[in-house]
């Protein structure tokens, strides 16, 4: 074959870099936003028959607001329908307000930082759902005494209430059956109405009859995953009931328009309204079964306030006691919730006179928002000490109490106090167990709010309790828990590290697994905190220390995730690691740093970043041989950056040396994939650093690309590849711009060849037989395409070297003219080329002929055929 020389085509960089930027258009924006709905405009033209008009026209806009979604279901979005209607507030809304109400009458009672039943209720409605079918008994009411006219006598009315009262409970009703939830609930709302309804219209007895019938229903646990929620709608009525009775009756108490106080006492209520406070409740009284006796006299248990001071306090304990009667446990249990949310204060007062509630105050404690119990920690503490220790130890209370002071704090004036309190109690404790529980909690609450003198207190504390018998072993997540609490409020680690105490608690992590989680916490600590490289010998040392014991853990079972994991957070640290200008410590740490950490590659791939000087040591000693590779380049690549030649020199060439080392196969993610498309990449990149490295004076021309063209020629590739030619092309990109009189890029106060050589005729004839081997031995491989099964590559790779030539070489010369027809006629010669791509190509040589200086690419442009695939 004839040999073609190369003729690279003379660049100006700067000059294609400027006519390939894109055209900057001012645009004004306006009120234009991509995001606002598009707006239409119509134009109507009118032409008019009257002589001398002209045509107008008119414009009208339209803005379209409509989402396509919602377009696309014309309205009816069923999420949207959905969230409507199971949305238990829209259903109720009709008693917020008594509610609010209700509820600011509460606070004044316990304080306003008491989570109001408002906001309790509304989780409890969207926590407590089914999707099993509800039955309902609705009470239909009854038309006798609805003839009794105005002039009835007072016996008569009385008379026909009684007989009335003597059918509250077996009135007619109707048994509503698979009823979904929202049914159940708007059934409730309903009779949420009548109560009203019944109310306004002075028909007290029916009111009556409705709350006992909504009180019955609280028996049937059927559904047992919606009692919660069924609780909640049911005592709505039972208030509602409870305070339209409370206000009518105070209503009673009004003289010459002066209302009562709200600290009233009974003797400023007149014997009217006190006579049918007595009434209502005789009423409730007659109530034959026991769950809407006790719910309904619930309801108005505040009305006692009419009758006696101690009216309440002494209706307490017969309810109490009533509670006993009910046989379902889930249904005794809400009727004392229910019991206690009416008028909580006078239950606490009466607990306070027991010796043994401390089963109650922890209930308290654990129930009632962190804010209410943190603002009276002093007085829980004082009710704990009082309590008597035989049902309920005292720890567990001090240990519920400190669960809420972690999550709010307490007066600024009574923190030490309520810790050492709490300490007392706490190192008394002989069983380790207990000791722990306990002491895990109030060690949050003590780094949250006093200095390491404290901490360090709590740290030995612990250490002296769990050493004896080597109790440890069975706290570990207690212990494990402790450390996570104090790194998480003391993460300035010089801090943390003075701690004196830390270390040595550390060393009671005595299980491997255990001990590097531990060590795993404090190392995300310190790299999600450490904002800023440090020298701290103590640091240093300390976390030197715990990262060799993560490193140590790792051995053959290791799983690759916890490798990757372990590498990462030991890198983290070495990331964060300067001493500055002084390069002797800084080297000796990474000495230290290698010896320690030998058994995670991706630490020693770090640490040969960090320091060139372990290059040539460390790099050979990976297993991954891509690792390998681009180690030497990137080292290569540093040591030019500093002007250090004969450095980089030797890396590049250990990185050609390397290059017929690589296998066919290689692991990527635990498959085993071709190494060609990986070797590609890497070569590719290997040719750029290549353009900007100068010669060796000692070396020859080239030598560098003529050593890695020489391992290219001999490696073997695979039979069914085209890389080693793509390959080849790629190095003609190379050759083409060591040819110009000015590289492309430059490394800063290094002298590529183009200052080197000055464009020296000999350097560019070396470079243009290099040229000539290179295009030889891309046509001898499209030569071996010819047979039939490899003719689609062979049109592949002709217009593959086509578009080379186009970029790079100077058509002006008549060989290389003639050599990309004959590449354009073979690429479409037995139907495989792609017409678009062709077409595209043919008009882009079009376009390029009209530039300055392309005039011959018309007559190239006029010599290249389109040919059908026929």
Not at 226 to 234: A, T
Not at 428 to 434: A, R, V, Y
Not at 581 to 593: K, T
Not at 721 to 748: G, P
Request: glycine share 4%; proline share 4%.
């Amino acid at each position: 074959m004839a040999a073609f020389p190369w003729h690279a085509r003379s660049r100006n960089y700067a000059s294609e870099s400027e006519v390939c930027k894109l055209e900057s258009v001012p645009l004004d924006f306006g009120d234009y936003h991509p995001l606002k709905p598009i707006t239409v405009t119509e134009s109507k033209t009118k032409k008019m028959n009257r002589k001398g008009s002209t045509s107008s026209t008119s414009s009208s806009s339209s803005s379209s607001m409509m989402d396509p979604l919602s377009s696309v279901l014309d309205g009816t979005d069923p999420l949207s329908l959905f969230a409507a209607a199971a949305d238990p507030v829209t259903t109720t809304a009709a008693m917020d307000s008594t509610r609010k109400k209700r509820d600011k009458d509460d606070s004044s009672a316990v304080g306003s930082d008491f989570e109001p039943w408002s906001s309790k209720r509304g989780e409890i409605l969207a926590r407590y759902t089914t999707t099993e079918k509800l039955s309902i008994n609705l009470y239909m009411g009854s038309e006798k005494g609805k003839a009794t006219t105005a002039g009835s006598a007072v016996s008569e009315k009385v008379r026909t209430r009684l007989e009335e009262l003597d059918d509250l409970e077996e009135g007619s009703q109707k048994e509503l059956l698979n009823l979904t939830q929202q049914d159940y609930m708007n059934r409730i709302e309903e009779l949420n109405q009548s109560l009203k309804d019944a109310w306004s219209s002075d028909q007290k007895v029916k009111a009556l009859k409705i709350v006992i019938q909504c009180s019955k229903l609280l028996s049937d646990t059927t559904v047992i995953q919606f009692y919660p929620s069924k609780f909640v709608l049911i005592t709505d009525i039972l208030d509602t009931f409870g305070k339209l009775v409370y206000e009518r009756i105070l209503s009673m108490c009004v003289d010459n328009r002066v209302s009562l106080p709200d600290n009233f006492s009974p003797e400023s209520v007149n014997d009217t309204a006190k006579e049918t406070c007595l009434n209502w409740f005789f009423k409730i009284a007659s109530i034959r079964e026991l769950i809407p006796r006790f719910y309904v006299e619930a309801a108005i248990l505040k009305c006692n306030k009419f009758l006696s001071k101690t009216g309440i306090s002494e209706c307490l304990p017969r309810l109490t006691s009533m509670i006993r009667g009910i046989g379902d446990p889930l249904v005794a249990v809400y009727a004392r919730a229910y019991l206690c949310r009416v008028l909580l204060t006078e239950m606490m007062e009466r607990c306070k006179k027991l010796g043994n509630n401390a089963l109650l105050l922890n209930s308290v404690m654990s129930a009632f928002r962190a804010e209410f119990i943190a603002a009276r920690s002093m007085d829980f503490i004082g009710m704990i000490k009082e309590c008597d220790e035989s049902g309920f130890p005292k720890h567990l209370l001090f240990r519920s109490l400190g669960l809420n002071l972690a999550l709010a704090d307490p007066p600024e004036n009574d923190r030490l106090q309520i810790l050492n309190e709490a300490w007392k109690v706490i190192t008394k404790l002989k069983n380790p167990q207990d000791y722990i529980n306990c002491a895990e909690v109030w060690v949050e609450y003590t780094c949250k709010h006093f200095t390491k003198r404290e901490v360090n207190t709590v740290l030995a504390d612990v250490i002296k309790h769990m050493t004896p018998d080597r109790a440890f072993e069975d706290a570990y997540p207690q212990l494990q828990s402790i450390i996570q609490k104090v790194i998480t409020y003391i993460y300035d680690f010089s801090l943390l590290f003075s701690v004196e105490k830390f270390l040595p608690f550390l060393d009671m992590f005595q299980k491997e697994s255990v001990r590097v989680e531990v060590c795993k916490c404090i190392m995300e600590s310190f790299i999600k905190h450490q904002q800023e490289s440090t020298k701290d010998p103590v640091i240093l040392n300390a976390l030197l220390h715990i990262c060799k014991t993560m490193h140590d853990s790792v051995n053959a079972l290791t799983l690759e995730d916890e490798k990757r994991m372990l590498a990462a957070l030991i890198n983290g640290f070495i990331k964060m690691v300067s001493f500055g200008r002084d390069f002797e410590q800084q080297l000796s740490f990474y000495v230290e740093a290698r010896s320690m950490f030998c058994n995670l590659e991706p630490v020693l791939v770090q640490l040969i970043h960090a320091c060139v000087a372990f290059c040539f040591i460390t790099i050979p000693s990976l297993s991954s041989i891509f690792t390998r590779l681009n180690l030497y380049l990137h080292s290569g690549q540093v040591a030019l950056a500093n002007q250090c030649l004969s450095q980089a020199d030797a890396f590049f060439k250990a990185a050609v040396s390397l290059v017929p080392e690589v296998p066919k196969m290689i692991s990527v993610d635990g498959k085993m994939r071709p190494s060609d498309a990986f070797l590609l990449e890497f070569l590719c990149n290997f040719f750029s650093t290549l353009l900007v490295v100068p010669d060796h004076p000692e070396q020859g021309v080239l030598f560098l690309v003529r050593g890695l063209l020489n391992v290219i020629q001999d490696y073997t590739w695979e039979d069914n590849s085209d890389d080693k030619v793509r390959i080849y092309t790629n190095v003609l990109h190379l050759l083409s711009a060591m040819t110009q009189e000015a590289y492309i890029y430059h490394v800063d106060k290094v002298d590529s060849n183009d200052t080197l050589y000055g464009g020296d005729s000999k350097f560019l004839a070396e470079i243009n037989k290099l040229c000539e081997t290179v295009i030889a031995q891309i046509l001898d491989h499209l030569k071996t395409l010819g047979k039939e099964e490899t003719l689609k590559r062979q049109s592949q790779l002709a217009l593959y070297f086509f578009n080379t030539i186009l970029a790079h070489g100077d058509l002006r010369n008549n060989k290389l003219n003639q050599l990309s027809v004959n590449l354009w006629n073979l690429a479409q010669k037995h139907g495989f080329a792609d017409t678009k791509t062709m077409v595209k190509t043919l008009e882009y040589i079009k376009r390029r002929s009209k530039q300055p200086e392309m005039s011959h690419f018309t007559d190239l442009a006029l010599r290249l055929p389109l040919q059908s695939r026929t």
